[in-house]
């Protein structure tokens, strides 16, 4: 008798043979394509064949949150303008109030003949992109040379400033931000009109008042805006608040935190400006007195080698055969007669002949002697 099962239920090869079997075809769909891409045809095709399935399983979903947020959007339209008319008379009695401070400004100045200050033009930007550096606070904002982009030019939101160009290319440009540990600022305090110097700190989240004295009268919540003496930012910019104050004995200046003001990395939309100083430059120092006496003391000890310089030079100058100017003798006065020295023979001849000059020499009567 045969219990071989009727063909209708034959089961083929084992089970252990069929997972070796896949096993083995699955590693190597996976090295060649790792390794090859062989399949990325075959997956192109594939999610081109399915995307419409996934759309068509994707509707429900879609339509849920379309209209969640269509409820949301419109109660969210509704807050927004509300704040939008509210700030918007808030900013038209503001400007109101600058252009009354703008129209005396120019009055006073025109009363005590003072020249303005600055010339500000602002270019709008987009950031694109941030930096691959990750230790530092830069983006890149789609402007550059071409659009009239300088580097060094301060940039600013509607909050306050947010950094400054740093580098330029033909149709993008480099922001380093305000919190990058390589940037700095010139600020003063708007309660005391203190000025001082802001830097980033390495974190990036916060900023570093520096050289500010124990004594100096700098309190928390105080507002630190832009001193303009610097030449690249305009007066006035907002920049940062401070935070937290720490004054400490040993130590000659106070270490002041703060925050800033603008958000430096949720902006998105930036205006770049163009400061033109036209404050007249620093005029030149004039040397002290006692490096007007050093000079005149060295000047004074290269004289002798001057003339001596001098000398060698009319001697070069001077014609062949002819003594230079220096070595020629100087004419003997009128009035003065210098004797000649004798020589040895003449000293000799006249030693020979004094004793007979002194024999044929008669004797002189003395006065009173008997001849």
């Known amino acids: 008798m ?5 063909p209708l239920f034959k089961q083929g090869p084992s089970a252990l043979a069929r997972l070796v079997f896949f096993v083995v075809l699955a590693l190597a769909l996976l090295i060649s394509d790792a390794r090859f891409k062989t399949l990325e045809i075959v997956r192109g095709v594939l999610g081109a064949g399915l ?3 996934q759309r068509a399983a994707l509707v429900p979903r879609d339509v849920f949150m379309g ?6 959007t419109s109660a969210t339209l509704r807050s927004e303008n509300d704040k939008l008319r509210t700030k918007d008379l808030q900013l038209s009695q503001q400007a109101n109030t600058a252009a009354e401070l703008a ?59 947010i950094g400054q160009v740093t580098r330029v290319f033909p149709l993008q440009a480099e922001v380093t931000l305000l919190t990058d540990k390589d940037q700095a600022v010139p600020v003063q305090i708007v309660r005391t009109g203190l000025r001082s110097v802001i830097y980033g700190t390495p974190k990036g989240d916060t900023l570093d008042l520096r050289f500010v004295p124990i004594s100096a009268d700098v309190q928390t919540g ?45 902006a998105r939309q930036l205006l770049v400006l163009h400061y033109l100083n036209n404050v007249p430059p620093r005029p030149a120092e004039e040397p002290d007195a006692a490096t007007v006496a050093k000079d005149a003391k060295a000047k004074k000890g290269n004289k002798p080698a ?57 004797p002189q009567a003395t006065p009173g002697a008997q001849p």
């Open 51 to 53: 995307y419409p399935l």
């Open 103 to 161: 129209a005396e400004n120019a009055h006073l100045r025109a009363l005590l003949q003072l020249s303005q200050r600055s010339a500000t033009e602002s270019l709008p930007a987009e950031i694109q992109y941030d930096t691959r550096d990750p230790f530092t606070q830069k983006v890149v904002i789609g402007r550059g040379a071409q659009q009239g982009i300088q580097n060094g030019s301060p940039v600013v939101n509607e909050d306050g400033v």
């Open 306 to 362: 001057d003339s001596k310089a001098a000398a060698d030079k009319s001697a070069a100058a001077a014609k062949p055969g002819e003594k230079p100017a220096a070595d020629k003798p100087a004419p003997a006065r009128s009035s003065e007669k210098t004797p000649a020295k004798p020589t040895a023979a003449e000293k000799k001849s006249a030693t020979e002949k004094k004793p007979a000059a002194d024999r044929n020499a008669k």
């Open 222 to 266: 105080d507002e630190l805006v832009t001193s303009g003496l610097d030449g690249t930012y305009p007066p006035g910019l907002p920049v940062a608040k401070v935070v937290r104050v720490d004054k400490q004995a040993d130590t000659a200046f106070a270490r002041v935190i703060c925050l800033p003001i603008a958000p430096v990395r949720g």
């Open 67 to 72: 209209a969640a947020d269509l409820a949301v």
């Open 2 to 6: 045969e219990y071989s099962p009727p």
